[in-house]
């Protein structure tokens, strides 16, 4: 069993910046694949970016490729988002997931091949 905890969600102004973090309980963290997901009020939930067990490889969403960046240190049993330039419409609550299916990267933008998830973290970007 792992629990995912989300933090560093908040208001920003339009071509800000928020870090967020998702602290995972669990020794085999280690392990899993990650992804973060948002979701908008009365939209479905959506991928964001994706990271594999050891952080080789990444994948994101077109919509915020080249502005944010998905990272992890396993040490500390936790994933990062790092989000520049951020525009009104990457407002959601974000969600972080962990996968222990060993899924390949492309395939983590399908949000039921994960098997825990976080509580969420609101982001809002003012314009």
């Known amino acids: 069993q792992v629990q995912l905890v989300e933090s560093g969600g908040g208001l920003v102004q339009a071509g800000g910046s928020l870090r967020l973090s998702c602290a995972a309980s669990g020794r085999t963290f280690y392990s899993y694949a990650m992804g973060w997901f948002r979701q908008a009020p009365g939209k479905e939930r959506e991928f964001v970016a994706a990271i594999s067990w050891n952080g080789g490889n990444t994948h994101y969403a077109d919509s915020v490729k080249g502005r944010f960046t998905i990272s992890r240190d396993n040490a500390k049993n936790t994933v990062y988002l790092q989000m520049n330039s951020l525009k009104p419409e990457d407002t959601a609550v974000y969600y972080c997931?962990?996968?222990?299916?060993?899924?390949?990267?492309?395939?983590?933008?399908?949000?039921?091949?994960?098997?825990?998830w976080g509580q969420g973290t609101q982001v809002t970007v003012s314009s």
């Open positions: 997931a962990a996968d222990e299916g060993r899924n390949t990267i492309l395939a983590l933008t399908n949000s039921r091949l994960y098997d825990y």
